[in-house]
């Protein structure tokens, strides 16, 4: 079924997700702050409006993809107000999940339905329609949002009601930020025993350490080409924003009492690393600084 869709949001992950919208069929009115975002899209052949409001004037489902919780609750404030009545909102963005409660109970009650639905799969996802949905919302709002989703994604995950997918991000990211120092630091012991990357890779990728912070997103150079580390570290997941994902998951932890002191100690690091130019690099370039750190 085609819809008319509103989506907010062009950037690095937005524009390639509204542009497999449109390969879907779907009809997409989007709107970004950004000129090279909103050229960029129209190139895709997203129609680009002249404001938020404007994007979401006609549309039957609004999806946003913003940088943080209150880019969520201000645009909300205002695209409720300017979407038709019983419009679904589609929230793709990583925020706190009660930020994302209080989005749906905003949309709600200007007389819509709301998801939170943030993904897993970073840009080459978003580029390839391969990413992972992590869903809140009721079985109907599910339901609705699931063929529109799957244009944009592999996998498509009902996480329970609102925040849930929130919920299930927060940790997901979390379990990838402890995983992928780890490995980092797994390679440079491995340096420092004489092991070749080449074959601590063969036998972590085929054993008990294998994960995909080693088997898709190598942080050294060689063993999976298509990796960030054999393009000096241009991001695919940039580690400023790990660490804000982690950054969020520790205040989540820390809101429900629960230890994870691991996780903190992933985010204490990633914050740390994310600050200047650094915050622009993948994830995987924290190896660096595990280097640097034992020298």
């Known amino acids: 079924m085609t819809h008319s869709i509103g989506f907010v949001g062009l950037g690095n992950m937005?524009?390639?997700?509204?542009?497999n919208l449109v390969k879907a069929g779907h009809r997409v009115t989007g709107y970004d702050l950004s000129d090279v975002a909103r050229?960029?899209?129209?190139?895709?052949?997203?129609?680009?409006?002249?404001?938020?409001a404007a994007a979401v004037a006609a549309a039957e489902a609004v999806v946003t993809m913003l940088p943080a919780g209150r880019h969520v609750l201000e645009t909300y404030?205002?695209?409720?107000e300017a979407a038709p009545s019983g419009a679904l909102f589609v929230d793709c963005s990583t925020i706190a999940v009660g930020d994302a409660r209080i989005a749906a109970d905003l949309a709600r009650t200007a007389g819509?339905?709301?998801?939170?639905?943030?993904v897993s799969g970073g840009v080459p996802g978003?580029?390839?329609?391969?990413?992972t949905f992590m869903v809140g919302g009721s079985d109907g709002e599910f339901a609705e949002v699931e063929p529109v989703l799957a244009a944009m994604g592999r996998k498509v995950v009902h996480c329970g009601p609102a925040g849930a997918g929130q919920a299930a991000k927060l940790c997901n990211n979390m379990i990838l930020g402890v995983s992928m120092i780890a490995v980092s630091e797994a390679f440079v012991l491995g340096e420092s025993l004489g092991l070749s990357h080449q074959a601590l890779f063969d036998v972590a990728a085929t054993a008990s350490g294998q994960c995909w912070a080693l088997t898709t997103n190598c942080p050294v150079p060689g063993p999976v080409p298509a990796s960030p580390a054999n393009r000096e570290y241009a991001a695919g997941f940039a580690a400023a924003?790990?660490?804000?994902?982690?950054?969020?998951?520790?205040?989540a932890a820390t809101a429900c009492a629960v230890p994870a002191e691991f996780g903190r100690r992933a985010a204490e690091s990633y914050a740390a690393f994310a600050q200047g130019e650094a915050g622009g690099l993948d994830f995987s370039a924290i190896i660096t600084t595990l280097r640097e750190d034992g020298e």
């Open 14 to 19: 937005g524009g390639p997700m509204a542009a």
């Open 39 to 52: 050229d960029r899209a129209a190139g895709h052949g997203v129609t680009v409006a002249g404001s938020a």
């Open 77 to 80: 404030r205002e695209l409720t």
């Open 112 to 118: 819509h339905r709301a998801v939170d639905a943030p």
């Open 126 to 131: 978003a580029e390839a329609a391969s990413l």
């Open 241 to 251: 924003l790990m660490a804000k994902d982690l950054g969020l998951a520790a205040d």
